[in-house]
């Protein structure tokens, strides 16, 4: 019983460490000055499919507080009904440019990069952002990226903040965006390890074409992930920014926040192992079961177990509020299930690699087991082929 009252006490003290570090590191980390010619900027951005709030964030590119920038919207297909959606938000907005590009060029196995690539290619400017369609942006947006360009930099991002969310599926994957994913982001920046997120990127054309060109981020199926290898690949420093970008995420379900996170889950533990691995004694799940014996056994009162939980989730909800996250009626009883929910998330993203974005079958295995993967797929659909023919032919005869 020694040992779990230790475990129960580190992982406290662990858990209210870390919110106290990023706490710090926001209120304390250096901002670059902008120049007095603020450079121009394009952004790109991938539109797939229509999102929620899809109309609100996408007429968010054009109330930006920038001298010079332009936009370019990119479509896979023609067919896409979001087309309709940004050609609203290009005319109701004239005075900024704007293009609306539509094609794939398949550079990758991932469908992103094959969309956005094309914007890259026909960028006028050498600053590029990438930024998701879900993504709201704030009028500072653009300065807030810059301002976190210090020397030494090759690539400034944020990890996508869950708000407005409309049922407890959505609150659920609020409480994983948030004090969960985003928070362990954050430290990770603020002890000089920071990562890439592939919801909003700051890149340089030229840094790129150091690293072996743009095309090199279809290496991986992950284009954060190869990012950010091919900054650190340089000697330079992925930032994040000091108030993440929010993603607006109206109604979800249950099924579709499980698929996205085991999703997430399988990518980072194909792209950053040695963060993924601490992920199951990152939550309240271990600690809570630990705390559940030793009061059951008498070694701890139902009083010390209501104030270990106190603390464990009232840093949480500081967090939130510090940064001015959302925190309503359902957000404790969410990210209690996010908890408990965690270790099981955990150990389902080691059983298997395959999973489904955007109705793109993707696998995050290395290219001789998507090989192998995708000669067994070839080899089932034609196993039946076969046997559909058979049929046809079996009934055509009798």
């Given at each position: 019983?020694?040992?779990?009252?230790?475990?129960?006490?580190?992982?406290?003290?662990?858990?209210?460490?870390?919110?106290?570090?990023?706490?710090?590191?926001?209120?304390?980390?250096?901002?670059?000055?902008?120049?007095?010619?603020?450079?121009?900027?394009?952004?790109?951005?991938?539109?797939?499919?229509?999102?929620?709030?899809?109309?609100?964030?996408?007429?968010?590119?054009?109330?930006?507080?920038?001298?010079?920038?332009?936009?370019?919207?990119?479509?896979?297909?023609?067919?896409?009904?979001?087309?309709?959606?940004?050609?609203?938000?290009?005319?109701?907005?004239?005075?900024?440019?704007?293009?609306?590009?539509?094609?794939?060029?398949?550079?990758?196995?991932?469908?992103?990069?094959?969309?956005?690539?094309?914007?890259?290619?026909?960028?006028?400017?050498?600053?590029?952002?990438?930024?998701?369609?879900?993504?709201?942006?704030?009028?500072?947006?653009?300065?807030?990226?810059?301002?976190?360009?210090?020397?030494?930099?090759?690539?400034?991002?944020?990890?996508?903040?869950?708000?407005?969310?409309?049922?407890?599926?959505a609150e659920l994957e609020c409480a994983w965006l948030n004090s969960f994913q985003a928070r362990w982001q954050l430290l990770a920046d603020a002890i000089g390890f920071g990562f890439a997120q592939g919801k909003t990127m700051l890149l340089n054309r030229q840094i790129m074409?150091?690293?072996?060109?743009?095309?090199?981020?279809?290496?991986?199926?992950?284009?954060?992930?190869?990012?950010?290898?091919?900054?650190?690949?340089?000697?330079?420093?992925?930032?994040?920014?000091?108030?993440?970008?929010?993603?607006?995420?109206?109604?979800?379900?249950?099924?579709?926040?499980?698929?996205?996170?085991?999703?997430?889950?399988?990518?980072?533990?194909?792209?950053?192992?040695?963060y993924f691995v601490p992920e199951l004694i990152a939550g309240a799940a271990l600690p809570l079961t630990a705390l559940t014996a030793l009061v059951a056994t008498g070694t701890c009162s139902p009083l010390s177990a209501l104030l270990y939980l106190a603390a464990w989730y009232?840093?949480?909800?500081?967090?939130?509020?510090?940064?001015?996250?959302?925190?309503?009626?359902?957000?404790?009883?969410?990210?209690?299930?996010?908890?408990?929910?965690?270790?099981?998330?955990?150990?389902?993203?080691?059983?298997?690699?395959?999973?489904?974005?955007?109705?793109?079958?993707?696998?995050?295995?290395?290219?001789?087991?998507?090989?192998?993967?995708?000669?067994?797929?070839?080899?089932?659909?034609?196993?039946?082929?076969?046997?559909?023919?058979?049929?046809?032919?079996?009934?055509?005869?009798?």
């Open positions: 019983m020694t040992l779990l009252i230790w475990f129960c006490a580190v992982a406290l003290v662990v858990h209210l460490f870390s919110i106290v570090l990023v706490l710090v590191w926001r209120s304390t980390r250096h901002e670059e000055p902008l120049p007095p010619r603020p450079p121009a900027v394009t952004i790109v951005r991938p539109v797939c499919g229509l999102e929620n709030n899809l109309e609100s964030t996408l007429h968010s590119t054009f109330r930006l507080d920038w001298p010079d920038y332009e936009i370019i919207f990119c479509v896979a297909t023609a067919s896409d009904p979001a087309i309709a959606v940004v050609r609203r938000c290009m005319a109701s907005h004239p005075h900024i440019p704007a293009r609306l590009l539509i094609g794939d060029d398949r550079i990758s196995v991932n469908p992103k990069l094959n969309n956005v690539i094309k914007g890259w290619r026909s960028a006028r400017y050498d600053w590029i952002v990438l930024a998701d369609s879900n993504v709201l942006m704030p009028e500072d947006y653009i300065r807030q990226l810059f301002s976190r360009w210090l020397p030494g930099t090759g690539a400034v991002c944020s990890p996508p903040i869950g708000s407005a969310p409309e049922g407890f599926a074409a150091r690293a072996g060109g743009f095309e090199r981020l279809g290496e991986e199926v992950a284009e954060d992930a190869a990012t950010t290898g091919l900054i650190r690949g340089l000697g330079l420093k992925v930032r994040l920014v000091k108030q993440p970008f929010p993603q607006p995420l109206g109604r979800r379900d249950l099924a579709s926040v499980w698929k996205r996170q085991l999703r997430w889950a399988r990518l980072r533990r194909a792209s950053f192992p040695l009232g840093g949480e909800t500081l967090l939130n509020k510090s940064f001015g996250w959302h925190t309503g009626s359902l957000s404790l009883p969410a990210t209690v299930a996010r908890d408990i929910v965690l270790p099981i998330l955990w150990i389902a993203a080691w059983f298997g690699n395959g999973f489904v974005w955007r109705g793109n079958a993707m696998t995050v295995a290395s290219d001789e087991d998507a090989e192998t993967s995708s000669t067994k797929a070839r080899l089932r659909r034609v196993v039946d082929k076969t046997r559909e023919r058979a049929k046809t032919l079996t009934a055509f005869r009798n």
